[in-house]
């Protein structure tokens, strides 16, 4: 959720917050039951999932014969994503923060958080000013940062030394990308064992032929990256320890983004929107859930989405967030298809 009105947002919107903790928490998580939770979280010492099949999209490439790097590529990631899920016995999730500067919201985090120590790690991107911290969970927290610029491979760069500094620690097992304005919806149990119930990741993606998606595909991705292959989907993530793994380990198609896919070249690609879409649909499609935990209102179909100022974020508005039983996406062609899923 997004606070234009920053400073001024903050005590208003604060004290709403903290009457209605109750139903704070989960970065949108809606409202739905952790799948596969009982199975695995009751009948193990773990609450981590066991090891899944493999099964690549695409096992041949048309015909064409498989490029060196294609060959190493699918090597490295048929391996990482073949790895068990229990790594640790103390797991916790990676809580990632991508920020311009101080964070307005830490004290509701802190909230949050509270009495769950040793189950989460807090690590800090600003990508401009040295974050002053008002928390003390936050203090330390701050990891090597560099500018990020919006829409460019900049942007990813700062997901990755992310997702780098967070699997240093062997016992982080999710990792949760965060903005400075997203607020928790439900308690830290439920967003804990929701995650840690399920094997898959929270990755928002679909197809768009329309101008903003497929359009602003570019023939040089080719031989790699064929249209068809081609994904989009909003940026805040929430992934397994393996598929963290595995978007350091992929060279080959974050090179073609960083090349071909900018903002400012007519065709507006916006690198965050199309990268780990595209990424995971070519290598793992059935390893993700094609929708985001991060809840985000795109429905002004503007450039950026939905902003809550104070004055409208309410008990009424967490309520109906947290009701949200549906993701839907549309297209950016004249058809402009809306495709609803049904959230389990
Ligand atoms: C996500 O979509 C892909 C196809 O685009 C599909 O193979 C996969 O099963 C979907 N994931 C889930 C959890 O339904
Ligand atoms: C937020 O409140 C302002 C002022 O009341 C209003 O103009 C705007 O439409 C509201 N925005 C949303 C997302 O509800
Ligand atoms: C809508 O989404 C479902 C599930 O992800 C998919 O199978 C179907 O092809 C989509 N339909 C359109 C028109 O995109």
Same mark, same amino acid.
């Given at each position: 959720?997004?606070?234009r009105q920053?400073?001024?947002?903050?005590?208003?919107?604060?004290?709403?917050?903290?009457?209605?903790?109750?139903?704070?928490?989960?970065? +949108?998580? @809606?409202?739905?039951?952790? &799948?596969?939770?009982? !199975?695995?979280?009751?009948? #193990? %010492? /773990?609450?981590?999932?066991?090891?899944?099949d493999?099964?690549p999209?695409?096992?041949?490439?048309d015909?064409?014969?498989k490029?060196d790097?294609?060959?190493?590529?699918?090597?490295?990631i048929?391996?990482?994503?073949?790895?068990p899920?229990?790594?640790?016995?103390?797991?916790?999730?990676a809580?990632?923060?991508?920020?311009p500067?101080?964070?307005?919201l830490?004290?509701?985090?802190?909230?949050?958080?509270?009495g769950?120590? +040793?189950? @989460?790690?807090?690590?800090? &991107?600003?990508?401009? !000013?040295?974050?002053?911290? #008002? %928390? /003390?969970?936050?203090?330390?927290?701050d990891?090597?940062?560099?500018?990020?610029e919006w829409g460019?491979?900049?942007?990813i760069?700062?997901?990755?030394?992310?997702l780098?500094?967070?699997?240093?620690?062997?016992?982080?097992?999710?990792?949760?990308?965060?903005?400075?304005?997203?607020v928790?919806?439900h308690?830290?149990?439920?967003?804990?064992?929701?995650?840690?119930?399920?094997?898959?990741?929270?990755v928002?993606?679909?197809?768009?032929?329309?101008?903003?998606?497929?359009?602003r595909?570019?023939?040089?991705m080719?031989p790699?990256?064929?249209?068809?292959?081609?994904?989009k989907?909003?940026q805040w993530?929430?992934?397994?320890?393996?598929?963290?793994?595995?978007?350091l380990?992929?060279?080959?198609y974050?090179k073609k983004f960083?090349?071909?896919?900018?903002p400012?070249?007519?065709?507006?690609?916006?690198?965050?929107?199309?990268?780990?879409?595209t990424?995971?649909?070519?290598?793992?499609?059935?390893?993700i859930?094609?929708?985001?935990?991060?809840?985000?209102?795109?429905?002004e179909?503007?450039?950026h989405?939905?902003?809550?100022?104070?004055?409208?974020?309410s008990?009424?508005l967490l309520k109906?967030?947290?009701?949200?039983d549906?993701?839907?996406?549309v297209?950016?062609?004249d058809?402009?298809?809306c495709?609803?899923?049904?959230l389990?």
């Open positions: 959720m997004h606070v920053r400073a001024a947002a903050k005590k208003p919107m604060w004290i709403i917050l903290l009457l209605c903790l109750v139903c704070v928490v989960l970065i +949108g998580a @809606y409202v739905y039951p952790p &799948h596969h939770y009982s !199975q695995y979280y009751l009948s #193990s %010492s /773990s609450v981590c999932t066991p090891s899944k493999w099964h999209r695409r096992e041949k490439t015909g064409r014969e490029t790097e294609e060959i190493i590529s699918a090597a490295v048929r391996d990482i994503l073949a790895m899920m229990c790594m640790s016995k103390n797991p916790k999730i809580l990632m923060f991508l920020t500067d101080s964070l307005p830490e004290k509701l985090w802190e909230k949050f958080l509270q769950h120590e +040793g189950r @989460y790690s807090i690590y800090v &991107h600003a990508s401009g !000013q040295k974050p002053v911290h #008002s %928390s /003390s969970l936050f203090v330390g927290r990891i090597h940062s560099d500018a990020v460019t491979i900049s942007m760069d700062a997901e990755k030394r992310l780098a500094n967070a699997l240093e620690d062997a016992d982080n097992q999710f990792f949760v990308l965060l903005s400075d304005s997203c928790p919806l308690s830290f149990d439920y967003v804990f064992n929701y995650l840690m119930g399920t094997s898959i990741s929270f928002d993606c679909f197809q768009d032929p329309g101008p903003h998606g497929n359009g595909y570019f023939l040089e080719l790699e990256i064929e249209e068809r292959d081609f994904r989907g909003a993530f929430a992934i397994t320890r393996r598929h963290a793994l595995m978007i380990t992929d060279n080959l974050y960083k090349l071909y896919c900018k400012a070249d007519g065709r507006n690609c916006i690198a965050d929107e199309h990268y780990l879409p990424l995971f649909n070519m290598v793992d499609p059935g390893g859930a094609n929708w985001s935990v991060t809840h985000v209102d795109w429905s179909g503007k450039w989405p939905r902003s809550y100022a104070a004055a409208n974020v008990y009424d109906d967030i947290k009701a949200v549906e993701n839907f996406h297209t950016s062609d058809k402009a298809i495709n609803f899923t049904h389990k």
